[in-house]
């Protein structure tokens, strides 16, 4: 069975320009968590949803970061505009409910 | 606001030494997880604990949580270069939600 896909995997911009990442959950999972996370730091959640409604956005910038999950199957995490600050690796991850969460491998995020 | 503070930070030793990691915290889980991520991928779960006290062992590695539930340690036998790696821990609220609070991680790297 495919596990949780991300795309693309890695991504280079300039700042104040718009970016977006894509995640493909395992099939059947309805939970899906987008997370942040710094080099050699734990990831932080940014966004939770529960098919497609977002239970949890407390902890995303919502001045420039954006979520969507339409049909509560794959989700688009979007930053518009980018800043030098957004650099970092940007995980989505995928449950059963509120069960084991399994991690995608990432988007690594630099910006210019 | 839930922390969990984990040390030490960094790690190197040479194969075949012992190494504890702690994770510690002010607050209260019901249930605390382990995870180890490799470089360019997203963490893995090793072990969940849930029970004050509970211990448990996957092979060289045993995951002690806490009586009060507020600490949890992960102890390495005879460490192996193939244990390198960033190790999470990550605990759950007693909300039910799915929602983790990760620690910032110990970064082990085990030399040959």
């Known amino acids: 069975e495919a596990g949780v896909v991300q795309s693309p995997r890695y991504k280079i911009i300039e700042k104040k320009q718009p970016v977006a990442f894509w995640c493909n959950p395992i099939?059947?999972?309805?939970?899906l968590y987008w997370y942040l996370q710094n080099l050699g730091q734990g990831p932080e959640l940014l966004i939770r949803y529960e098919n497609e409604e977002a239970v949890d956005d407390s902890q995303l910038p919502k001045d420039r970061f954006s979520a969507e999950r339409l049909k509560g199957v794959d989700s688009t995490l979007k930053i518009q505009p980018a800043e030098l600050g957004d650099s970092a690796v940007y995980l989505c991850?995928?449950?059963?409910?509120?069960?084991?969460?399994?991690f995608g491998p990432g988007t690594r995020l630099t910006v210019l | 606001t839930q922390l969990l503070e984990q040390s030490p930070q960094f790690l190197s030793i040479q194969e075949g030494e012992n190494l504890t990691v702690y994770c510690n915290s002010s607050?209260?889980?019901?249930?605390l997880q382990w995870y180890r991520q490799e470089p360019g991928e997203g963490p893995v779960l090793l072990v969940t604990v849930v029970t004050g006290g509970e211990v448990k062992k996957l092979k060289r590695l045993t995951f002690q949580f806490g009586d009060a539930r507020k600490d949890s340690s992960l102890h390495i036998t005879a460490a192996q270069p193939g244990d390198t790696g960033l190790y999470l821990c990550?605990?759950?609220?007693?909300?039910?939600?799915?929602?983790?609070?990760f620690g910032q991680g110990t970064t082990l790297q085990v030399k040959p």
């Open positions: 607050s209260v889980f019901s249930s």
């Open positions: 099939s059947g999972h309805n939970t």
């Open positions: 990550a605990g759950a609220g007693s909300s039910n939600t799915g929602k983790l609070i």
């Open positions: 991850a995928s449950s059963l409910g509120q069960g084991e969460q399994f």
